[in-house]
Nanobody, 117 residues
Framework: QVQLVESGGGLVQPGGSLRLSCAASGSIFNTWTMGWYRQSPGKQRDWVAI???????NYTDSVKGRFTISRDNAKNTVYLQMNSLQLEDTAVYYC???????????WGQGTQVTVSL
């Protein structure tokens, strides 16, 4: 079964950029819809971006125009390019894989993104 390992989080100033990576094990990566979620203290885990099996992206309103999700099936990796970061983007970011036919979800361990002066 696919397992997810995230990297790329860190500390960045407002207006800066980070690129998150999610590496997946297994040879069936292209059968899963991939996504990124985030969670800050005291709040629920919220959807940020998804990319379908066919490569079609969608974004939550607060990150449109700033974040870009992409996938490289040959490398079993999904990315989240985050530009123009704001203080409100501070959260733990989680990689998600979703299999449609049985509604199966897989989660990465999370990576901390901190936007601070």
């Amino acid at each position: 079964q696919v397992q997810l390992v995230e990297s790329g989080g860190g500390l960045v100033q407002p207006g800066g950029s980070l690129r998150l990576s999610c590496a997946a094990s297994g040879s069936i990566f292209n059968t899963w819809t991939m996504g990124w979620y985030r969670q800050s203290p005291g709040k629920q885990r919220d959807w940020v971006a998804i990319i379908t099996r066919g490569g079609t992206p969608n974004y939550t309103d607060s990150v449109k125009g700033r974040f870009t999700i992409s996938r490289d099936n040959a490398k079993n990796t999904v990315y989240l390019q985050m530009n123009s970061l704001q203080l409100e983007d501070t959260a733990v970011y989680y990689c998600n894989a979703y299999r449609v036919y049985d509604r199966k979800n897989l989660w990465g361990q999370g990576t901390q993104v901190t936007v601070s002066l």
